[in-house]
């Protein structure tokens, strides 16, 4: 009897771990955390940890999602440093007509940061309509660098018009390398997106530029202009001293779009680049517009 017992409650030992794993699983899965879309909705306006987790479960969601975004929100009078890119990218995605009245509503607005997300999620419809010049919203936040979060969102809004008029300002951010990672990160997305071999020079001289560290962007902005002179600037930047920052990721990049895998040994990679350089060519799945490729590679 006793034995018995003893299997019984280690049978219901497993059912819970297991149980527990896929709740657990469920919750905090590359998905997006959260059960239910009230929960996903919390998470995505509270949490400055798991928040940008919840963005793709909340996307599936929808128009119903919607409200209860705006209610966690206080009518996204919440808005702040962290949630509102990963709101933006909700209401951006979420091509609704729903949707597109929130996004004009915040356009209209005062706020600051609420007109960015405004402007990102319009420009993410495609319906973004205020020309780009220097009186423009999105340049000024620019020029006048209005803080970090701000600064970045333009950036981001910017390359999601894919308006050629935009690169001045864009292209002005690489020349001054004075600034953080994020911004010429940011930066050499947003020239990848409007898709303008007008910004192959100034990339490349980022790649040979021992003080810009945005290697991997960089590099992929390059790839996507079909410019394959992006190998061996990036290629001649590795070294192991930035394996454990997000430079080093410019490993990754070039494992992905040569198939050639040789870590952090320059030496390996010039070899096989000397070897090759003559014929190789750029994957056409890379040449792709910027959003039609996987978002990371």
Known sequence: MKKIIKKLLFAV???????????????YSSFGPGITKSDTAKILVHDAKFGMRSTQKAIRHGDRILPLIKKESNNYEKLNGRNSFWIAEVLGQIQTEQSRAILIDLYSRSNTLHRLVGALGLASHGVYTEPI??????????????????????????????????????LDILKKRRIGYWNHAYSCEAIARIGSKEAV????????????????????????????????????????????YNSGFIVKKLRKVTGKNFGYKR?????????????????????????EQKKRY
């Open 133 to 170: 010049n220097k009186q423009s919203f999105l340049a000024q936040v620019i020029l006048n660098d209005s803080g970090r979060t701000e600064s970045y969102l333009a950036i981001i809004a910017l390359g999601k018009t894919k308006d050629k008029n935009a690169l001045p300002f864009l």
């Open 267 to 291: 030496e390996a990679w010039q070899e096989w680049w000397n070897s090759v350089k003559d014929k190789w060519e750029i994957p056409h799945k890379f040449l792709k517009p910027y959003d």
């Open 201 to 244: 020079p100034i990339l490349r001289e980022c790649l040979k530029d021992n003080n810009f560290h945005a290697l991997p962007q960089a590099f992929r902005a390059l790839i996507t202009l079909g410019d394959k002179q992006a190998v061996p600037l990036a290629i001649a930047r590795i070294t192991p001293s930035i394996k454990n």
């Open 13 to 27: 030992i497993i059912v819970i771990v297991v149980v527990a794993t896929f709740i657990g699983f469920v919750i």
